[in-house]
T-cell receptor, first 114, second 113 residues
């Protein structure tokens, strides 16, 4: 089983619908992240959480919300999906703050908003 | 704030050619530097890293040296294979950003037989 699991892997939804992307991890890491990948733009940070009670906005949080239900679970919601939220979404985890810490990524969720 | 600039792709090479992907960075502190690789249909995985100046990271025939004087961390491989075809991301993290990763835009490498 993968260390970082994202569900669903692919999703097509209609404009205006609410959708939730889920992420679970077995790494035992405190830190979890949601990124968005768009062609030519690399990865941009949407939200991050350093522990269950600590949630922070990233560089592109507008239109998104998150919930850290447990140390191992971090979900991303689009309250009212719009077409420019069509992208590849990645969840990642890392260990506590220290230099050189590696991030571990899920396989991604491809979201299409029509 | 922190930023990473890497050479724009796509890069297309023949098998056994030499690869260089340039990466330069701006950081307020003393960052750790990373190269991540994304194979088709997969998430990112760490390829190599360096945590202080003059360190050389290496893995799978790839290497990169942390050059503080030129704020660079260029990725090199002496002889690429078709299986190296992927997107490569340069990234950094430092204490000033609470060790969050800042990524470059990625470079698509295609290696032809």
């Amino acid at each position: 089983d993968a260390d970082v699991t994202q569900t669903p892997r692919n999703r097509i939804t209609k404009t205006g619908k609410r959708i939730m992307l889920e992420c679970s991890q077995t790494k035992g890491h405190d830190r979890m992240y949601w990124y968005r990948q768009d062609p030519g733009l690399g990865l941009r940070l949407i939200y991050y959480s350093f522990d269950v009670k600590d949630i922070n906005k990233g560089e592109i949080s507008d239109g998104y919300s998150v919930s850290r239900q447990a140390q191992a679970k971090f979900s991303l919601s689009l309250e009212s999906a719009i077409p420019n939220q069509t992208a590849l979404y990645f969840c990642a985890t890392s260990d506590r703050d220290r230099g050189g810490t590696e991030a571990f990524f899920g396989q991604g969720t491809r979201l299409t908003v029509v | 704030g922190n930023s990473v600039t890497q050479m724009e792709g796509p890069v297309t090479l023949s098998e056994e050619a030499f690869l260089t992907i340039n990466c330069t960075y701006t950081a307020t502190g003393y960052p750790s530097l990373f190269w991540y690789v994304q194979y088709p249909g997969e998430g990112l995985q760490l390829l190599l890293k360096a945590t202080k100046a003059d360190d050389k990271g290496s893995n799978k025939g790839f290497e990169a040296t942390y050059r503080k004087e030129t704020t660079s961390f260029h990725l090199e491989k002496g002889s690429v294979q078709v299986s190296d075809s992927a997107v490569y991301f340069c990234a950094l993290s430092d204490a000033g950003s609470n060790y969050k990763l800042t990524f470059g835009k990625g470079t698509l490498l295609t290696v032809n037989p």
